[in-house]
């Protein structure tokens, strides 16, 4: 079956430490998504992908870094200079970025600051 | 700026009843796409539905139907014959038009929809 696997489901973190959410799709997608969303609130773009090799930062990029070697894989991190990182992390992708086709989702990670 | 704005933070239905849940945009692009996911309280988006500024039929799919506005701009979504499983959150979004193939979307705050047996 094609899908989005986000993992891990749950994520705890200690201030000052550095954690990778991974974000895998077999969709042949081109382009990819992370977005933020915090307790009763809407989405918020953090970084998305075109194409391989490129990303580019969304609304709320600051704190966060992504990368994108390979076609099916864009890892997020969350880094200790993210001030806030307790929140609801999904991603997303799209066949590509041209065409007005839905975006397609993960099932997200929870991750929460100790 | 485009901002996508739901006003109805909670809503209740009876079930086999319809409802519908408010959505209006503000853009300055001429193209645009909005859509509507849903989201159970597992946490995952479901697409529902999807609405181009150009199409000139209102969007159906299934029990769903958006009620496009363009003059408006507001794109209500209606679920007909509620079921208990559609209790969920509701989203509306917006994607950039053409000055920007970035794909991305922006997301109003939602609505938190409850059907009750």
């Known amino acids: 079956d094609g899908g989005i696997t986000q993992s891990p489901k749950y994520l705890f973190r200690k201030e000052g430490q550095n954690v990778t959410l991974s974000c895998e799709q077999n969709?042949?997608?081109?382009?990819m998504y992370w977005y933020r969303q915090d307790p009763g609130q809407g989405l918020r773009l953090i970084y998305y992908?075109?194409?391989?090799?490129?990303?580019q930062k969304g609304d709320i990029a600051e704190g966060y870094s992504v990368s994108r070697e390979k076609k099916e894989s864009f890892p997020l991190t969350v880094t200790s200079a993210q001030k806030n990182p307790t929140a609801f992390y999904l991603c997303?992708?799209?066949?590509?970025?041209?065409?007005?086709?839905?975006?397609?989702f993960g099932p997200g990670t929870r991750l929460t600051v100790l | 700026a485009q901002k996508i704005t739901q006003t109805q933070p909670g809503m209740f239905v009876q079930e086999k009843e319809a409802v519908t849940l408010d959505c209006t945009y503000d853009t300055s692009d001429q193209s645009y796409g909005l859509f509507w996911y849903k989201q159970p309280s597992s946490g995952e988006m479901i697409f529902l539905i999807y609405?181009?500024?150009?199409?000139?039929q209102n969007a159906t799919e299934g029990r769903y139907s958006l009620n496009f506005q363009k003059a408006r701009k507001s794109a209500n979504l209606v679920i007909s014959a509620s079921q208990l499983g559609d209790s969920a959150m509701y989203f509306c979004a917006m994607r950039e038009g053409y000055s920007s193939n970035t794909g991305k979307l922006i997301f109003g705050q939602g609505t938190t929809l409850q059907v009750k047996p």
């Open positions: 997303a992708s799209t066949e590509d970025s041209f065409r007005w086709n839905e975006q397609f």
């Open positions: 992908s075109q194409i391989v090799n490129d990303f």
């Open positions: 969709l042949n997608h081109d382009a």
């Open positions: 609405q181009g500024s150009y199409d000139e």
